[in-house]
């Protein structure tokens, strides 16, 4: 099943610095899977080559534009700004806060930050 959704995971990394637009449920929570499988099996390399988390590192740093990318555009699909990210800066709280609003369903119709990504068609 999940092969069949990697798409998402591209998808979000060739939009990597477009912070305009919405990012419906599937195209943010598939990115967050994929990515956090990959981060917990390159702790597992890092472990096994013993190069602490070197490798982890990198890709976090890799996929840093892409996630904050994807969240403000999951922000604008349930018609919030992106700024709203950083209330994950206030401990425990922000992030719940957070993870609240990005699992909320977004807004059907059209609204400030464009279309909803459900009804445009995927090129």
């Known amino acids: 099943m999940l092969g069949a959704q990697v798409h998402w995971y591209v998808d979000v990394l060739k939009k990597y610095t477009m912070f305009s637009g919405r990012a419906d449920r599937p195209e943010f929570w598939m990115f967050t ?5 990959i981060s917990i099996v390159l702790a597992v ?7 602490s988390p070197l490798l982890g590192a990198l890709y976090s740093l890799a996929v840093l534009l892409p996630s904050l990318a994807v969240g403000v555009r999951r922000l604008h699909d349930t018609d919030r700004t992106g700024w ?8 425990i ?9 990005w699992a909320g369903a ?3 119709h059209d609204n400030a930050y464009g279309p909803n990504p459900q009804e445009v068609p995927a090129h």
């Open 84 to 91: 709203w990210l950083l209330i994950a800066l206030i401990p």
């Open 93 to 101: 709280v922000g992030a719940i806060v957070l993870l609240v609003f």
């Open 106 to 108: 977004g807004k059907p």
């Open 33 to 37: 899977l994929i990515s956090f499988l």
């Open 45 to 51: 390399v890092d472990a096994a080559l013993g190069t």
